[in-house]
């Protein structure tokens, strides 16, 4: 897959990560437990996504 296009594909999974995220939150009792597993992979993906963009500058 080129660069670019994984690149693309990280930043939809974000962008579907966060909806989810405040989907959970804007619940009567958000499950804390859910909403933290989700941050995490949020920040993996950003992580994942600046060493792309980061590899591809170089």
Not at 11 to 20: C, G, T, V, W, Y
Not at 28 to 54: I, Q, V
Request: aromatic share 0%; glycine share 0%.
């Amino acid at each position: 897959m080129p660069m670019n296009a994984r690149i693309a594909s990280l930043e939809e999974r974000h962008a579907s990560l966060e909806r989810r995220i405040l989907e959970e939150d804007r619940r009567p009792r958000p499950d804390e437990t859910e909403l933290a597993r989700l941050k995490r992979e949020k920040l993996r993906l950003k992580e994942e996504m600046e060493r792309l963009r980061a590899a591809t500058r170089h």
